[in-house]
Each structure stands twice: as C-alpha cells, then as structure tokens.
C-alpha cells in the first residue's frame, strides 16, 4: 500500500500514446511439484482485460483459499494491502540466525509486514476478511505475485487470463523464462 499510496500522491498524468497490451500467442501452461500449476491464456475478448483465477492450498492456519477476479483499479488496490506470509518458524529464522545472512536480514519482515501463520492460527491479526476467513494470502499471490510475474513487456501491459493453483515464485521465473525463450507474447489484438 506504500507503493499504491505514494503513487497517488504524485497524481497521474495522461500521456498522447494509447496503452499497448500483449498477450500469449496460444496457452501456455507450467507443472510443478505436488500438482501445482500455472496457466496463460490469451485474451480473446473485444477488449483488453486480465482474469485471474488463483487457489492457494497451505499445511498451516491459512489452508485452502480460491480467488477469482478481473483486475480493475479496485481489485488492484484492494489487493495491495495483502502482505506476504511465513510461518512463525521463518520469521524467528529471520530474526535470528538469518541476521548474519545479507539476503535474510535485508527483508525486514515485522508482525505489521508479514502475516505469520501456524499450523492452527495466525500469530498476529489477518487481514482481508470475507465470511469470517482471511483471504489475505491468496490475495496477495494474485495482485502481488501474478500480476507482476508476466510484468510490462517492452511498456506494454499483459492481458489474457491466469490461472494458477498450488504455484509460487519458482513457477513465475519458469513461465516468464518460457513466455520469452519460445516468443510466445504477441500484440493484443481485439476480437471483432
């Protein structure tokens, strides 16, 4: 939200060039380790959208949860307040022992940063509520992780629909490396 925050404070300014969409030529999908996976379809429709359909499925007090949006400046914002999560094991780490590691002690994890979540509960308040249950970590795979993984591509935003269940960072870099190594991005181009 910091990001989100700072960039309305600086105001937007309209730019004389339309926005460039890209999209994947046909679908792309990636496998990974216990049934997880990460599809790419195109964007078919008249105009340029993203769907993201995301499940995320954790052994700890956050367990199963599904997401199913089109991102809009709403869905985007909303979604930035999600913080990423550890397990309570993975902050003392960080805390502790990890101090003498550069790329541990750099992350700066907090109980107001990170949601820590233990095989029965959460150590500290989550956020993002529907019906009683925190949704604050599948909300934070889809606007942080999923948006972001397809990135801008030479300025030029990725529409289409993801799907992505079980899957993490390491499937991203697999997709990301696969979507350009094979040059399966192509212009969006709406359908009439």
């Not at 990170?114 to 956020?127: S, T």
């Not at 079980?166 to 094979?182: I, N, Q, T």
Request: a positive charge; proline letters at 7%.
């Amino acid at each position: 939200m910091d990001l989100v925050e700072a960039l309305d404070r600086a105001g937007r300014e309209t730019l004389p060039q339309p926005v460039r969409y890209v999209t994947v030529k046909e679908p792309v999908s990636v496998l990974g380790p216990n049934g997880s996976f990460l599809v790419f379809k195109p964007c078919g429709g008249p105009e340029p959208r993203l769907q993201l359909d995301c499940a995320v499925d954790f052994k700890t007090a956050i367990g199963q949860q599904r997401l199913r949006i089109r991102l809009t400046p709403d869905t985007g914002r909303y979604g930035a307040q999600a913080r990423t999560n550890c397990s309570g094991l993975q902050m003392l780490f960080s805390k502790t022992i990890g101090q003498l590691l550069a790329d541990v002690r750099n992350l700066g994890y907090t109980t107001r940063n990170i949601l820590i979540a233990g095989r029965y509960r959460y150590y500290n308040a989550p956020g993002l509520m529907h019906n009683g249950k925190s949704l604050e970590a599948v909300w934070h795979r889809t606007i942080m992780d999923l948006v972001a993984a397809p990135g801008p591509h030479r300025l030029r935003r990725f529409v289409g629909e993801v799907l992505s269940y079980k899957a993490g960072h390491a499937l991203d870099c697999v997709m990301v490396r696969k979507l350009y190594a094979h040059n399966l991005l192509m212009p969006f181009v709406p359908a009439s």
